[in-house]
């Protein structure tokens, strides 16, 4: 039986819920303490997690060519047939987009003229497919690798602090900055049931640095010391072993971490740049991220994940307006700007080779003509980026029709549509962690699997990146 017949037998059998997402369930922080004061389970809020806690339900081989991720959402979903799954529309594709031939693909040479220097660095899944065209689910979605209305979906981990988990024991002493940290990106799913210790830390990169972590005053440093031993001394017992219970013990794991980070000479250095320096990717606020991150990287402090978010992709009206700030033509100059200097700097220090760049949105748009408001709406097609962490770049995964409706050729082993599921198996194998792992350490005690679905082998890497 063919990887696709097989995949559409499983859903008849067990189908995935597919309830808008302001209609899953939901566990409130109230019915969360309840929950935990009722004594089902609270070993997720303590602290690092054993390895013996952890197990898989098959012996798997992981591609293990990449130690960090660097994850891209761009958010508000991008036309897919005006950029990385490019088609030419007569009458509708703007001359200025310049269609030329590279290689392989028909490019956008006028949109994203860096990137057309950079595909032999690249590689497309065309074959992607979303489950489902509302924003906010669709966005929590690719994050947690998961339906939100699944029975472990409302208390689902970010990727991001699933990884940050299962490598805590990699960490090494002294090395500060947070495992998980995302960049632009207020709205990131944090930790889920996990640990606080392995929720993102959210930042808006800016030339600025990280906020917070010096006073201008001159005794800063030893008033900072003075301060903290008096919190120390009035409320550290709350805090270990705590009458108040785990919870208020999570609080101590913040503390830590941020005064790790205090007058901190190598944060300053990661988290800030010159105007030169951001100018160089872009000058714009996505372009900031991604230099933070290479330098994040770079300052090799223990961060293994970091989620950049670009969003204003919902373009259902004027989708080719040239000067509006936050329509394709503008948003599409601050992407090629920014990734091609990320994968530039990366390939040119070494990080390119242990770092693995994904880039997608939650689904594609409409095909063909425009809409009457000379826009596209939402649609399942759509599209996914890999480079670096050891993924061969100038290739091409799956085929579109010639209008880029619907998928013709998967590309890949398993014969059908990849899913943000594989995705995410595609991620956890480049890292070398067995995507069919297993945590029992839920609160509802189910076993929490990395990829759902794993005991029946319904989703898997695109291993074919590699190839």
């Not at 689910?137 to 699933?162: D, K, Y």
């Not at 988990?165 to 495992?179: I, Y």
């Not at 980026?385 to 770049?393: D, E, M, P, R, S």
């Not at 839920?442 to 005991?455: I, Q, W």
Request: charged share 20%; glycine share 10%.
């Amino acid at each position: 039986m063919k990887g696709r017949d097989r995949f559409e037998k499983y859903l008849q059998r067990y189908p995935h819920p597919h309830r808008p997402f302001f209609q899953r369930p939901h566990l409130s922080r109230r019915a969360f303490l309840e929950l935990t004061g009722a004594g089902l389970t609270a070993s997720f809020l303590t602290g690092p997690l054993s390895a013996g806690e952890v197990s898989a339900w098959y012996d798997v081989e992981t591609k293990n060519t990449a130690r960090n991720v660097i994850f891209i959402l761009l958010a508000g979903a991008p036309s897919h047939i005006d950029t990385f799954d490019f088609k030419i529309v007569d009458g509708v594709t703007p001359a200025e987009f310049d269609p030329t031939p590279i290689g392989d693909v028909i490019w956008p040479v006028g949109l994203m003229p860096k990137m057309a220097e950079r595909l032999a660095d690249v590689a497309i899944v065309r074959s992607m497919l979303s489950w489902a065209l509302q924003h906010s689910g669709m966005q929590t979605w690719v994050q947690i690798g998961r339906s939100p209305s699944s029975a472990l979906g409302s208390v689902a981990p970010n990727i991001g602090s699933v990884i940050a988990a299962h490598t805590q024991q990699e960490r090494k002493p002294g090395q500060v900055f947070p495992a998980f940290l995302a960049l632009n990106a207020q709205s990131a799913v944090g930790s889920g049931y996990l640990p606080s210790l392995y929720a993102p830390l959210k930042v808006q990169a800016q030339p600025a640095g990280l906020s917070g972590t010096t006073h201008p005053v001159e005794e800063g440093p030893s008033r900072f010391e003075e301060r903290y031993a008096l919190m120390d001394a009035l409320d550290a017992g709350l805090r270990a072993n705590s009458p108040l219970g785990r919870p208020a013990e999570d609080f101590d794991a913040f503390y830590k971490a941020a005064r790790g980070l205090m007058y901190d000479p190598v944060v300053e250095k990661a988290f800030s740049f010159s105007a030169e320096d951001a100018e160089r990717y872009g000058g714009s606020s996505f372009g900031n991220a991604c230099l933070v991150a290479k330098q994040v990287l770079a300052a090799n402090q223990g961060t293994r994940y970091i989620q950049i978010v670009l969003g204003g992709w919902d373009h259902h009206q004027d989708i080719y307006n040239p000067t509006a700030p936050n329509r394709l033509p503008r948003l599409a100059r601050d992407l090629d700007a920014g990734l091609a200097a990320l994968l530039d700097d990366l390939k040119a220090t070494g990080l390119l080779n242990e770092t693995l760049v994904v880039m997608l949105g939650e689904f594609g748009r409409t095909v063909g003509n425009l809409s009457p408001q000379n826009g596209r709406d939402h649609y399942l097609q759509h599209f996914c980026v890999f480079a670096g962490g050891g993924v061969k770049g100038g290739k091409v995964v799956g085929a579109t029709d010639p209008t880029g409706a619907y998928t013709v050729e998967p590309g890949w082993s398993r014969d059908r549509e990849v899913r943000i599921e594989d995705v995410e198996a595609t991620i956890y194998s480049a890292l070398g962690i067995n995507w069919t792992s297993v945590r029992y350490d839920d609160p509802f005690g189910r076993g929490f699997e990395y990829v759902p679905k794993s005991k029946d082998d319904i989703y898997g890497p695109v291993h074919e990146l590699w190839s």
